[in-house]
């Protein structure tokens, strides 16, 4: 079958991942990698309050991953999820392949071309716009 590329979000244990971080998340990698995937990104996102409590916890770690995963391998790693004590919840997406190198990028932290020239664009414009109302101050304070 095809294997796809997916994000997976993860809310970890806050404690236990407080303890052995690269434990914890090396199993997330662990795990795709023996239902025979490929992991392309895989980071913390953030470590906040849960909206709610889950099994009793109020803080949550939030790893995301993307991967590449053989698609019938998906509901194999949704029940090895769902038996690991130290994730409290995940998700799973499948991405359209015309978007995967964008998303693995931004995830990697790489300037992504189209914004990197825009956002050129718009300092080059806040300069000018700044310049021109210096020269105004400058010019009733003569008066």
Known sequence: MAAYVYEGMF?????????????VAG???????????????SRMWAEQRLAYPINGHRRGTYWLTYFRLDSLKVDELNYACNINDDMLRF???????????????????????????????????????????????TVEAAD
């Open 11 to 23: 809310i970890l244990d806050s404690n236990r991942y407080g303890k052995d971080p690269s434990g």
């Open 27 to 41: 199993k997330i990698d662990a795990l795709v990698q023996q239902l025979g995937g490929e992991i392309l990104v």
């Open 91 to 137: 998700l799973f997406i499948k991405h359209d392949p015309r978007i995967v190198d964008m998303l693995v990028a931004h995830a990697e932290g790489h300037e992504i071309a189209g914004e990197e020239d825009s956002d050129s664009d718009n300092d080059s414009d806040n300069d000018d716009d700044s310049s021109n109302e210096d020269e105004e101050e």
